[in-house]
């Protein structure tokens, strides 16, 4: 009687712990693969930023040892929450940053758009980072269609009259996609107004921050 009923129970025993060491194995290798998930992904994400700041900013920017740390910009003329990338030197002096900024005067909002600034607070280049305007319409004004954002090249507050020339200013605009032309010149002189109104310094980090 002890033999037949200690069997079933040893072998119930032996079954549960199986079970329980294989859910440890998966919990691990879950853990595991999470981690190195996250692990690919920061770095993944660490690569794009390093691709964006090598194409929005003068290559001397980065020269020599440089810190990359992620803000978040919040101001009426720009949007809430906006990343904004400060990069200095190893000293802390400003060398250039990252900015992206909201507008609602286009067609299909959000327009949000990216640009480099140098550390005197001027555009370096400007370019569209989400855009759901009119496929063959409004998209005219990106990169892949012509050359209507290289207008905002090394541009500040002063050195031009923001807006577009069928409004008097000195942009060109893009017959067909005046609206988005015009939202573009009018968002970056709102984000050149928003950076000159602001102590860049004390802009809260994101979380994670890049550095």
């Not at 660490?46 to 900013?57: A, F, G, K, S, Y």
């Not at 299909?108 to 555009?123: H, Y």
């Not at 009119?134 to 269609?145: A, E, M, N, Q, Y």
């Not at 500040?156 to 939202?183: C, H, M, P």
Request: net charge positive; hydrophobic share 40%; with cysteine.
């Amino acid at each position: 009687m002890i033999k037949s009923f200690s069997s079933p129970l040893i072998r119930a025993a032996a079954a549960g712990f199986t079970l329980a060491f294989i859910a440890a194995l998966c919990v691990f290798f879950i853990l595991s693969a999470q981690r190195n998930t996250s692990e690919k992904i920061t770095a993944n994400q660490n690569n794009r930023m390093m691709q964006v700041i090598n194409d929005l900013l003068p290559s001397e920017t980065l020269s020599g040892d440089t810190v990359t740390v992620c803000k978040l910009f919040s101001h009426k003329k720009i949007g809430k929450n906006m990343p904004f990338f400060a990069i200095t030197d190893k000293n802390n002096r400003p060398l250039g940053y990252i900015a992206t900024y909201s507008t609602s005067r286009g067609y299909s909002n959000p327009l949000i758009l990216i640009a480099g600034l140098t550390s005197d607070l001027k555009l370096y280049k400007v370019d569209i980072q989400i855009s759901k305007e009119t496929p063959g319409i409004g998209d005219k004004v990106d990169r892949k269609h012509g050359n209507f954002l290289e207008q905002f090249d090394n541009q500040d507050l002063q050195s031009i009259n923001w807006e577009v020339k069928k409004f008097g200013g000195d942009f060109d605009y893009i017959t067909g996609a005046t609206v988005t032309s015009r939202a573009i010149v009018l968002a970056s002189r709102d984000l050149l107004e928003a950076v000159n109104e602001t102590d860049l310094s004390s802009l809260p980090l994101c979380k994670g921050a890049l550095q």
